[in-house]
């Protein structure tokens, strides 16, 4: 494994999780980020979440970093996954 690149910021109000990323992403910081915000989807209460995305200083990410994210997206619908707002 490499170190990880790319570096977020992550917090959730009730149902809404709330992510900021910023510069180019590997697989490790994907794989970092997707599992807290699992972790959160997890220990919700509601059975339904939704998400803003604040990705207005991301460089990018490495094929594998995407499809890490493609993988956790499909988790997410599964468990209640509604709605995203996304700020670019």
């Excluded at 890490?68 to 707002?85: E, M, N, R």
Aim: no cysteine; net charge negative; aromatic share 14%.
């Amino acid at each position: 494994m490499f170190e990880q690149h790319g570096k977020f910021q992550l917090g959730h109000e009730q149902n809404i999780i709330i992510f900021i990323a910023e510069g180019a992403w590997n697989y490790e910081a994907s794989l970092n980020a997707t599992t807290q915000i699992q972790y959160i989807i997890d220990n919700m209460q509601a059975n339904k979440h939704a998400f803003i995305f604040d990705t207005q200083h991301l460089e990018g990410m490495t094929p594998d970093a995407y499809t890490t994210w493609s993988d956790a997206i499909t988790y997410w619908l599964a468990q209640g996954f509604k709605a995203v707002a996304r700020v670019t």
